[in-house]
């Protein structure tokens, strides 16, 4: 009765053994999906950053061409309609940008949720480690 129950006990530890193995390399996993979403994050910050740069000295030039437009009024016809045309130019390039920046916003707003969902993961795969674990060593006490 004894062989059967430590043979019972050996049979249930090699499937927890088995189970914290598979939980291991899912562990595994995640933490490296979870480093390559924080690169991910990371460039599209920077991204956002080099948006909002250009952005704000677009802006600074718009208010030089406008500012020259509006001085050129009394100066030649041709000079004015070619400060328009960059001002004109200048302004798309800005709302463009905008439309980038709110992009890579949003991406960033779906990667940092993912990113939360494998952390979660991680969490979830520990525990469940952690508690096989202790499984794992209550049988084998229990076949010792």
């Known amino acids: 009765a004894h062989a059967e129950v430590v043979k019972a006990a050996t049979v249930k530890l090699d499937a927890k053994s088995e189970e914290l193995r598979c939980l291991g390399y899912q562990i595994t996993g995640l933490q490296v999906d979870n480093k390559a979403l924080y690169a ?9 950053t080099a948006a909002t740069v250009a952005g704000k ?10 500012d020259a437009a509006t001085a050129s009024e009394e100066a030649h016809a041709e000079v ?3 400060a328009t045309v ?7 390039e800005l709302r463009c940008l905008g439309y980038q920046i709110t992009g890579l916003q949003v991406d960033n707003k779906a990667l940092y949720a993912r990113c939360q969902a494998l952390a ?3 969490t979830a795969a520990t525990v469940a480690g952690k508690a096989a ?4 060593v209550t ?6």
């Open 40 to 48: 991910r994050c990371q460039a599209l910050a920077d991204a956002v």
């Open 57 to 66: 000295a677009a802006t600074e030039e718009t208010v030089t061409l406008r």
């Open 80 to 82: 004015v309609k070619a």
């Open 86 to 92: 960059k001002l004109d130019a200048k302004s798309e």
């Open 120 to 122: 979660d993961a991680v």
């Open 133 to 136: 674990t202790e499984e794992t």
């Open 139 to 144: 049988l084998r006490d229990a076949a010792t």
